[in-house]
Each structure stands twice: as structure tokens, then as C-alpha cells.
């Protein structure tokens, strides 16, 4: 099991931007598929971004798509998402979540093994 801490929430106005970091407790973060997912209140919790564990593939949910931008640095065992252009419907708490297989696609809740305890992220109008 791998653990996972993400950090660099915060508040920001419309139109700012952020970065988001997941941090992994052991090497072998490098060996997993890592997404970002989101969950606002009262809404299940939904794809943002997913980077393959070579980082050479990204998929992106449509609502993010052009606006953010999902990156990892396996030599320090850590994904990044960086959110530009933020809306105030991307307040949420942002969590990563780690699989152990990818296919290159859209990654689903269920089909995530490990996860962080997320990091909330406010945007104002």
C-alpha cells in the first residue's frame, strides 16, 4: 500500500491559479497510474486528471480540459496538478489516488487502489 499526502490547496480568486502536490510515502509511486479526483459538497466524487507511470500519457475530464495540466517527478515520487484559470465550480476537495494497472483512459473511483486524504480548494467569484 502506498500513502499518499496531497497538499497546495487554499483560497484563490476566479481566473488565479494553483498547484496541487501528491506526495507518495515510498519509491514505487513511479510503478502506478496516479489521478486527481475531486468531490464539491453534496456531489460524488468525479475524474479530474490522470498521468500513466511513465508520464508520457495524461487524460483529462472535459470540465478541465486546457485549464489544468497533470505532471509527475518520479525521481521525487511526486505528482503534480497545476490549475490555471480557475472557476468558482472547481471548489472542491481534491484528493490523488493511486492503481496498480492503466490502459490509458479515464480512470473511475472504484478503480483506484490507494488514496490520499485530500486537500481543499476554494475558489471565490
Known amino acids: 500500500q502506498v500513502e499518499l499526502v496531497e497538499s497546495g490547496g487554499g483560497l484563490v480568486q476566479a481566473g488565479g491559479s494553483l498547484k496541487l502536490s501528491c506526495a507518495a510515502s515510498r519509491r514505487g509511486n513511479s510503478w502506478y497510474a496516479t489521478a486527481w479526483f475531486r468531490q464539491a459538497p453534496g456531489n460524488e466524487r468525479e475524474f479530474v486528471a490522470v498521468?500513466?507511470?511513465?508520464?508520457?500519457?495524461?487524460v483529462y475530464a472535459d470540465s478541465v480540459k486546457g485549464r489544468f495540466t497533470i505532471a509527475r517527478d518520479s525521481s521525487k515520487n511526486m505528482v503534480y496538478l497545476q490549475m490555471d484559470n480557475l472557476k468558482p465550480e472547481d471548489t472542491a476537495v481534491y484528493y490523488c489516488?493511486?492503481?496498480?494497472?492503466?490502459?490509458?483512459?479515464?480512470?473511475?473511483?472504484?478503480?483506484?487502489?490507494?488514496w490520499g486524504k485530500g486537500t481543499l480548494v476554494t475558489v471565490s467569484a
Open positions: 498521468v500513466s507511470w511513465s508520464g508520457d500519457n495524461t
Open positions: 489516488a493511486v492503481r496498480t494497472t492503466y490502459s490509458g483512459s479515464k480512470v473511475y473511483v472504484d478503480g483506484m487502489r490507494d
